[in-house]
């Protein structure tokens, strides 16, 4: 099917063979399909980013083995396969909370408020050295002093979006800033930063601006 071997149709389910072959022959085969959809336009947003996958419900990222595969991230939507990001929940000492202002010109959710630092894990990327590079990337920080930062576990998200099914395990740190660290944007992806107290945080979550992905996190991070 569209140039993916061992592929076909059981119902109204697409099964595609892809037990045998290594992880490299497997990730070139789906990467050729995904490539051949996307110059049919039916797969939007291509990042040129590899998103690594290893089974579903794989809730931490496996970085002692190899993955099953590891091919285009806007693919991972268009497919249902379940991806890996790190969310940073940055809070001031009095309780307020960071929020970034997503560029205009990202490829998802435009506009919309998020945690201080959040970003998918690309292929071959740690958790923590995600969270290392995100931090500095979207809101000009380095990593913090030890006492500074804290892992409130992983959380998954699951739902239909435009581009197809998104699944997501998000690895959410709560971050708590010092008066003199102030998030300045690096590369272009927030088009600004908010510094909320509780009730605005929580007026504009029931108003629907911050991404889903954001809320949960925010959630996971309080133990709500």
């Not at 998200?157 to 800033?177: F, I, M």
Request: net charge negative; hydrophobic share 40%; with cysteine.
């Amino acid at each position: 099917m569209n140039g993916l071997a061992d592929c076909r149709l059981d119902g109204d389910a697409l099964v595609w063979d892809c037990t045998t072959g290594s992880s490299a022959e497997r990730s070139a085969q789906l990467q050729g399909f995904l490539q051949n959809c996307q110059a049919q336009g039916l797969l939007p947003g291509w990042r040129h980013e590899a998103f690594a996958f290893w089974f579903d419900g794989c809730t931490e990222p496996l970085m002692e083995q190899p993955p099953l595969l590891a091919v285009e991230r806007a693919g991972f939507r268009f497919l249902g396969l379940m991806s890996h990001a790190v969310h940073i929940n940055g809070f001031t000492p009095e309780g307020a909370l960071w929020c970034g202002r997503r560029s205009a010109r990202k490829a998802t959710d435009p506009g919309m408020l998020d945690n201080v630092t959040a970003g998918g894990l690309p292929a071959g990327e740690s958790p923590l050295g995600c969270a290392r590079r995100e931090l500095w990337e979207e809101a000009g920080l380095h990593w913090p002093d030890e006492g500074q930062v804290h892992s409130a576990g992983w959380v998954r998200t699951r739902r239909a979006e435009p581009e197809g099914w998104h699944d997501e395990s998000l690895l959410v740190l709560n971050l708590t800033l010092q008066a003199t660290q102030v998030p300045h944007n690096q590369d272009g992806e927030v088009q600004e930063f908010l510094c909320l107290t509780a009730p605005e945080v929580l007026q504009r979550l029931q108003a629907g601006e911050f991404t889903r992905d954001a809320a949960t996190s925010l959630a996971q991070g309080l133990a709500l």
